[in-house]
């Protein structure tokens, strides 16, 4: 009778069992690639990078490990809850014996990764309290300077220079070219904002580019540039894309302007409209002053009036012009009657002088008298007589010596 050889089990260790898994898991080819969709459940985040968490659905689990490596290049955030599609490959973790998936690049599964992981800034910031109106400063109404950061090739800056020279010529601009997208450009944009701020030659920045893609206008989405403008003494206008396109630094800024021709508009008032402004204040401000004294005076002087006719005052006013008037009056007829008499006594004095004896003297004449009887006639004398002779201008002593 024939009697088979028995063979005995080979027995093998945990961490044998195990491995053999792990290779035999590894090195199927339809393992090394798979796109897995699922959950996010259980994250946990290490702080080598490393990013631990379950991906489920209804009825099973799965873990899943992402290294720091491949960590680092997400746009978004994991977060439980989260519906993503992985890529990675199937491996076994040994000192567990659990399988996994090792997870090399990550999506949101129906919304995009960059809308995700705007959705997920714009609500730490403004949890942080960057967005707040509190936060922001007032744009200098008639600023000196303006700074503008953008592509220097782009239309943008020729739109923003265009505008500033029409609507106010004085206006000194201060242009920062920097990339407006790509990997460089966040890291530009943050050295450009610093910069200006520090240098204090701006009174306003506005800092902006054309319109594009949500991947064109990521760069104004850069955590580290929020918090440089939001850090900026100087007032910033954010103006990136078109008026529906809306970035991280549009709230953080000051003031955000739909356009980058807007934000030219907002940053400096029309010079032309303003000097026209105030021609037309000037104007109506002097007509309602004039206005205003023009009733004021006729409002006066018909006070004064009223005041006039009901004060006794008005009473002795006009008394006291009688009075004056008739002081005049008598003051006139006086110096007229002194001028009368002045005029009789003038003419008196006149034929007095004229019968004054002094007077015929002056004219030539001399009197004669003896022993104070005037001589009217030679007769009256005799020889050895003697006379006292009287000129207009003295007396002398006369001897008759003969006819």
Not at 68 to 74: C, E, I, K, Q, V
Not at 110 to 123: F, N, S
Not at 131 to 158: C, N, R, Y
Not at 223 to 242: D, K, M
């Amino acid at each position: 009778m024939y009697t088979p050889e028995i063979r005995k089990p080979r027995v093998l260790s945990v961490s044998q069992l195990n491995f053999y898994i792990k290779s035999l898991l590894e090195n199927d080819p339809r393992l090394a690639v798979v796109f897995l969709t699922g959950e996010i459940s259980n994250l946990t985040s290490h702080r080598s990078g490393h990013l631990y968490f379950s991906l489920k659905d209804e009825k099973s689990v799965i873990r899943a490990v992402m290294f720091s490596g491949s960590a680092r290049g997400l746009a978004f955030k994991p977060q439980n809850g989260m519906k993503v599609i992985c890529h990675g490959r199937v491996s076994l973790y040994e000192p567990s014996g659990q399988y996994q998936i090792i997870v090399e690049a990550m999506q949101p599964d129906g919304v995009g990764a960059l809308a995700i992981a705007y959705e997920q800034l714009k609500k730490e910031l403004a949890e942080k309290g960057l967005f707040d109106e509190a936060h922001k400063q007032p744009i200098p109404f008639m600023p000196k300077s303006v700074g503008v950061i953008t592509s220097p090739t782009g239309a943008a800056l020729q739109d923003i220079k265009n505008i500033l020279g029409r609507r106010c010529p004085g206006v000194e601009i201060v242009i920062c070219p920097v990339l407006v997208q790509g990997d460089s450009a966040p890291a530009q944009l943050v050295s450009a904002v610093r910069r200006l701020d520090e240098a204090g030659c701006c009174d306003v920045i506005i800092l902006g580019r054309g319109g594009g893609s949500i991947e064109d206008l990521w760069a104004f989405n850069d955590r580290q540039l929020a918090f440089a403008v939001y850090e900026c003494r100087t007032p910033v206008i954010s103006a990136v894309g078109h008026e529906t396109d809306f970035t991280i630094c549009d709230f953080v800024a000051d003031l955000r302007a739909p356009t980058p021709s807007a934000a030219a508009e907002l940053a400096v008032p029309d010079c032309a409209e303003l000097r026209a402004d105030v021609i037309s204040t000037y104007k109506l401000g002097r007509a309602e002053i004039i206005k205003r004294y023009q009733e004021q005076f006729s409002a006066l002087i018909a006070d004064v009036r009223q005041h006039a006719a009901l004060s006794p005052m008005g009473a002795l006013d006009a008394l006291e012009s009688d009075l004056l008037l008739l002081g005049t009056q008598a003051k006139n007829s006086v110096q007229n009657r002194f001028s009368a008499v002045e005029g009789e006594l003038k003419s008196s004095a006149v034929a007095a002088e004229a019968l004054n004896p002094i007077a015929t003297l002056a004219r030539g004449y001399a009197i004669a008298e003896r022993g104070g009887e005037l001589i009217y006639s030679k007769n009256q004398l005799n020889e050895g007589d003697r006379l006292d002779l009287r000129f207009s201008d003295g007396a002398v002593k006369a001897i008759v010596t003969g006819d």
